[in-house]
């Protein structure tokens, strides 16, 4: 089993910037790859970005290619996200989510665990 804990959420202006951190507990995390996954209101939760068990490997949806990075550090159990230009459309509640294997992905139904959300509000 493997616990997540996400926190930084909050409400900011458009253009700024905000930093998301996950912190697992429960077993080894160098072995899981880690995604971020954000869910607006009415909408599906979608992947936003996902990096491999080394954080060698990346993938980034293209609304956050350019804007968002995901890095991780092994020796804390934390993953971060770290978010510049926020758009308004960038609002949802960001879930962290680790996957069985160490490769990243960007399909949801791969990853087993999920931690509760943190709500990000970006204000035009």
């Known amino acids: 089993q493997v616990q997540l804990v996400e926190s930084g959420g909050r409400l900011v202006q458009a253009g700024g910037s905000l930093r998301l951190s996950c912190t697992a507990s429960?077993?080894?995390?160098?072995?899981?790859?880690m995604g971020w996954f954000r869910q607006a209101p009415g909408k599906e939760r979608d992947v936003v970005t996902a990096?491999?068990?080394?954080?060698?490997?990346?993938y980034y949806a293209d609304p956050v290619k350019g804007r968002f990075i995901i890095s991780r550090d092994n020796t804390q159990n934390t993953v971060y996200l770290q978010m510049n230009s926020l758009k308004p459309e960038d609002t949802a509640l960001y879930y962290c989510?680790?996957?069985?294997?160490?490769?990243?992905?960007?399909?949801?139904?791969?990853?087993?665990?999920w931690g509760q959300g943190t709500q990000v509000t970006v204000s035009s």
């Open positions: 989510a680790a996957s069985k294997s160490p490769i990243p992905t960007a399909v949801k139904a791969n990853y087993a665990y």
């Open positions: 429960g077993r080894t995390f160098s072995g899981n790859a």
């Open positions: 990096i491999s068990g080394s954080g060698a490997v990346t």
